[in-house]
């Protein structure tokens, strides 16, 4: 499996690649800046040679001047050796040139003679140049074409040195960059990796433990805290799946351990058929209690893993209660409890499930009612979905067993036994159903008298 890029060899090279790219354009914009002020430089040699060339043609009046004039020229270039010149009057004819003169035929044309620069190679030699055309003093003798150049070699030898150095340069401080770069960022990440180290020392016994915010940089607080919510959210399903486990374990036991004791009883001595009868239907009370537990567990098994799909059908909430109420009558006159039911709603789900999670909640509540007490049901319909609330009399929850009134198994009564008390699976149970059904449910705390569970669907 390829593995990609550390972090470390990535920002190493986005920082090598972005200080090469700044370089490259530092070097670039001095080269440039360079080139164009040997230009200038060219240029200022060219239009003074140009200038000098004007006023003597301007002092031009006939021909016979024109020696006297061009040996001036000559004596003014008296020094300046890498520089070219060339006069040809109108009838294409050579009227002066410096020994060294170079020049295109194309520059010398009178079309070409604008007084723009140009550079042109000859004989491996680089020059640059202008050709311009020259008016004389005399409107008889017409104007010349003057044509100047300066050897440009040293500023070529200087730029291509320039550039060799300023490649090696970059070169080199690219590799540098990586290298400073590479521990910049070692050092940058090293709280990540003290992280790593003390994330490593969690196991399944070391849950508590919790990672310093204050040890961290601001940018990884927030990454250092999910972490921290991380560990709380394990540390607390670990712990209800240890309290799950070990409250699986009683509740087998007991039947199971009822099941072990008449069983043995009964094997103590020989006993009639009618004996033998009553200890087999005892028995057969004890797995009936198993199989509920068993098949209860399978269900929150199949709702914790999505397996549960309800069927959708329209549910009238209120004949499901008044069913109910009709099925635990005879409960309720036993305690002399009132049954109430106010509104009415439907829903869309599936009637069996719904009805289960209802029973669950009706039977909880008379069974936690005091005698002469109220059940009361509540169904609401708006906009936002339907609302149903069971309530009953009696003593309010402690708030210490809210969060934990809907886990498996739990009971607020601390004893565990108590028969007909149940499992502790009919509320994880109910809300597994509602939830199946998108829907949720809760338990209203704080409250002085009673409890309220209140249930939403859409």
């Known amino acids: 499996m390829r593995r990609s890029p550390s972090i470390t060899a990535r920002l190493t ?60 020229l000559d004596d003014s270039l008296v020094g300046h050796h890498g520089l070219a010149v060339v006069v040809i009057d ?22 070409a003679a604008d007084g723009k620069p140009q550079s042109w190679t000859l004989a491996g030699q680089p020059w640059r140049g202008v050709a311009t055309l020259l008016p004389t003093g005399s409107r008889q003798l017409p104007a010349m074409l003057f044509a100047v150049a300066v050897d440009i070699s040293h500023h070529e030898h ?20 990586g290298l400073l770069g590479w521990v910049v960022v070692r050092r940058g990440l090293a709280p990540l990796q003290a992280m790593r180290a003390h994330a490593a020392g969690v196991t399944a016994d070391r849950l508590d433990t919790r990672l310093s915010l204050d040890a961290v940089p601001v940018e990884l607080a927030e990454l250092a805290e999910t972490l921290n919510q991380m560990l709380a959210r394990l540390e607390d399903s670990f712990q209800r799946l240890k309290d799950f486990s070990s409250d699986l374990a009683h509740e087998l036991r007991t039947p199971i351990s009822n099941l072990m004791t008449e069983t043995q009883v009964a094997l103590t001595r020989a006993r009639s058929p009618e004996e033998y009868r009553e200890v087999l239907a005892s028995n057969a009370e004890e797995y009936e209690r198993l199989a509920r537990m068993v ?27 008044r069913e109910l ?42 069974r936690h009612t005091p005698a002469g007490g109220t059940v009361r049901v509540g169904i609401e319909s708006g906009g936002e979905g339907t609302r149903l609330t069971v309530e009953n009399s009696g ?45 949720e449910i809760s338990v ?12 939403r669907m859409a």
């Open 13 to 72: 090279l986005l920082f090598a690649a972005v200080s090469t790219a700044v370089l490259l354009a530092l070097g670039l914009l001095i080269g440039n800046a360079v080139e164009r002020h040997f230009i200038e430089q060219d240029m200022e040699v060219l239009s003074g040679k140009t200038q000098l060339a004007a006023n003597l043609l301007a002092q031009l009046r006939s021909p016979a001047d024109s020696d006297a004039l061009l040996r001036q």
């Open 90 to 111: 109108d009838t294409g004819t050579q009227r002066f040139a410096t020994p060294n003169a170079a020049f295109p035929q194309a520059l010398l044309q009178p079309a």
């Open 158 to 177: 200087f730029m291509e040195s320039f550039r060799r150095t300023l490649w090696l340069f970059v070169a080199i401080a690219a590799t540098l960059v």
């Open 295 to 321: 098949g209860d567990m399978l269900f929150l098994a199949q709702a914790d893993n999505g397996l549960v799909v309800p069927r959708r059908e329209a549910v009238d909430l209120a004949q499901q209660v």
């Open 325 to 366: 109420f009709d099925f635990f009558d005879a409960l309720a006159e036993e305690k002399h409890l009132q049954l109430v039911l106010t509104g009415s709603g439907q829903v869309s789900g599936d009637k069996l499930m719904l009805r289960r999670a209802l029973a669950n909640l009706i039977s909880n509540a008379i």
């Open 395 to 439: 003593e309010p929850i402690p708030k210490e067993q809210i969060t934990r009134i809907f886990d498996r198994f739990y009971r607020g009564d601390p004893s565990r036994h108590g028969g007909g008390e149940g499992a502790g699976l009919g509320l994880a149970i109910t809300r597994s159903i509602v939830r199946a059904h998108g829907g």
């Open 444 to 455: 209203r705390a704080g409250m002085e008298e009673g409890v309220c569970f209140e249930l």
